[in-house]
């Protein structure tokens, strides 16, 4: 296949209607799901295999002359790394220095000798009179000047509370609250996941009086906070009026300007509202149709569980190797007679490459998770008999493995180069802050903007491209050129559903968290001997939002296919001469509905 065409398989095509065939179903009408596939995008995926043969390279290069323990422990003026056996090496002995056995030497003391002017690294084995941070003896008036800077900026209380919580003692002690709390944990753990299960099953059987709910509840929220704010503006203007508040300490002008904002926004709520009330009950039917999608598919529900287990797997290599490119260097001797590591190009080429590679392979994880859930959903929908569907989450991984990798790799390879762009462009940033030009950084920050926002609308589409490329086996550009043309066509639907049903899958993950933290709560305090109940507390909700986030993301995925099925149906059939595959409950959203669903209880 070509990289912006698709392939010519019947099924993409719809016959001439003539007076012969006008009332009888063409088989066209029988397979918009196309299982007659090739391969996609296969050039995407020989650049993916060449980067990965790139950074197998640069990485070993990296390891030849890096020591990831430089960086964890330190090393002292000769590079011999603090807390290990440190071996004998040549460049190290030809510039004078020998290999020592720092095994009891764990910690690096770094001293400044004001006469010379000269920082000396010496390995230790323990900080008198200093404190550990990092395996790194930092020196007591650095701290207090630390102390003073930040209660000058008047975060003295923040600093307070974050030297409490992160002390050895503090740590300690929530060590061990999580090992008597452990029972606890599971429980939680486990009263997260029936949460979330009932709010699944909540979202199919009364996703109506959730909507419903959330919907009144923005509203009145919008209106109550509206009034609440024009109060307060009205309130401190009397009291300036009658010289009870001083004019200089008032807030009248923030609440003037705060209360007009939520008021514009309070307006643009309503209008969005009234403008959108009936695509709101397709909103409402798409959701009741995700649930009987996950009920006939229920191993859907594993799929991110896979994905981010090899997603933090990703993270974890990325940041030991990321450990390691920064202890990598050539060895020299500078000016004082001591030794350091310098990078040359390949390893500073080395740390950007790694960080592309990152963004790709996180973005490559993540898309074949879509296409196989688009694979398996596609399927569904475009089967007449659910009760014949068998393995189509097995047949979407299998799709995904034999001819979709290529368009996975396409959309990785797209949006890892526009984060690599706005990763340079932060980094850019950052060099410049030393240099008062606001022309130059208001370039900069207008440009992150911008690819911020081209970043989120790219992965829009690419979500959606790889759902054309589900259903039809189409590559890439062919794919985001039928999901363009799809959304566009459905604008209002799409802003329905991205407003309302986005929004109701976040307050499904606040729900979740909430509910699990009470229930800690109640479980957690009742615990004897633990020092600090908050910590398992903490935890638990964490673990919450990700086993919300797991089961709701699949279910905003399924709710993306579902939709696109239904445009690329309703663009295909017209309920009765090609009768729709849609269920009944989506033909009442149709122009023909009436006729649609005359000729589907025909059909029965």
């Known amino acids: 296949m070509g990289c912006c065409g698709c392939s010519d398989e019947p099924s993409s095509k719809v016959e001439p209607r003539t007076p012969e065939n006008e009332g009888m179903p063409t088989r066209h009408s029988e397979q918009i799901f196309v299982t007659d596939r090739s391969c996609t995008d296969i050039l995407a995926l020989i650049v993916l295999i060449a980067l990965v043969a790139g950074f197998g390279f640069l990485v070993n290069n ?19 790394v603090c807390g290990r056996v440190n071996k004998a090496n040549a460049a190290v002995t030809a510039l004078g220095c020998q290999a020592m056995d720092y095994t009891k030497e764990k910690y690096l003391l770094m001293t400044l000798d004001v006469k010379n002017g000269v920082k000396n690294r010496t390995c230790v084995s323990n900080c008198t009179d200093h404190v550990i941070f990092l395996n790194r003896c930092l020196q007591m008036d650095m701290t ?35 090992t008597v709390a ?16 009932a709010i699944l099953i909540a979202f199919r059987y009364i996703v109506q009086w959730v909507i419903y709910i959330v919907l009144i509840g923005a509203i009145l929220a919008c209106i109550g906070g509206s009034a609440y704010l024009w109060f307060a503006w009205y309130k401190e203007k009397k009291g300036v009026e009658a010289h009870e508040i001083p004019e200089e300490d ?128 596609a399927r569904w929908f475009f089967t007449r008999d659910k009760k014949r569907l068998s393995l189509a989450v097995t047949r979407g991984f299998g799709y995904l493995v034999r001819y979709h990798l290529g368009t996975v790799a396409f959309g990785a390879l797209v949006i890892g180069i526009v984060r690599l762009i706005r990763a340079i462009i932060s980094f850019v940033q950052n060099r410049l802050k030393r240099y008062d ?5 208001g370039i900069l920050w207008c440009s992150q903007c911008c690819l911020w926002c081209f970043e989120c609308a790219l ?33 209002l639907r799409v802003a329905a559903i991205n407003s309302v049903g986005d929004f109701v899958l976040f307050l499904g993950k606040v729900l979740v968290v909430t509910l699990t933290v009470v229930a800690g709560i109640y479980l957690v305090q009742k615990k004897e ?11 638990a909700g964490v673990f919450a939002f990700l086993v919300a986030h797991c089961f709701i993301s699949i279910y905003e995925m399924v709710i993306d296919t579902i939709f696109i099925c239904f445009c690329e149906d309703y663009a295909k059939n017209d309920g009765v001469g090609r009768p729709y595959f849609m269920s ?17 209880d025909h059909q029965m």
């Open 144 to 178: 207090k000047s630390t102390s003073s800077v930040i209660k000058n900026l008047g975060l003295d209380n923040f600093y307070k509370v974050c030297s409490y919580v992160f002390s050895k003692s503090r740590i300690q002690e929530a060590s061990r609250d999580l």
């Open 437 to 441: 030009n606001d022309l130059v950084k």
């Open 529 to 539: 001997g633990l020092h600090h109940p908050w910590v398992p507390i903490a935890l």
């Open 62 to 80: 990296a390891v030849q002359k890096g020591d990831i323990y430089r960086v964890i422990n330190g090393y002292d003026n000769c590079a011999n």
């Open 584 to 600: 009944r409950g989506l033909m009442e959203f149709v122009e023909n509905s009436k006729k649609a669903l005359q000729n589907l």
């Open 250 to 377: 008032s807030s009248q002008e923030a609440y003037f300007i705060y209360a007009i904002i939520l008021s514009t926004v309070t307006v643009i709520t309503l209008l969005i509202v009234l403008v959108m009330r009936k695509r709101i009950a397709l909103v409402m039917q798409l959701f009741r149709e995700a649930g009987k999608a996950v009920y006939a598919m229920p191993v859907l529900l594993l799929q991110p569980i896979y994905t981010y287990l090899l997603i933090g797997f990703t993270v974890c290599a990325w940041v030991y190797c990321m450990l390691l490119i920064e202890s990598a260097g050539n060895i020299y001797k500078n000016r004082k007679d001591h030794i350091h590591f310098k990078k040359d190009v390949l390893l500073i080429a080395t740390r950007w490459y790694n960080l592309f590679f990152f963004f790709v392979t996180c973005e490559f994880l993540l898309g074949c998770q879509h296409i196989v859930v688009a694979c398996a959903v």
């Open 459 to 491: 992965k829009f589409l690419t979500r959606n491209a790889y759902i054309e490329t589900a259903i039809y086996g189409c590559n890439f550009c062919s794919g985001g050129r039928k999901a363009f043309q799809a959304l566009t066509n459905n604008i």
């Open 182 to 197: 452990w029972v606890e944990l599971v429980y939680l753990l486990l009263i997260a996941l029936a949460i979330s299960l």
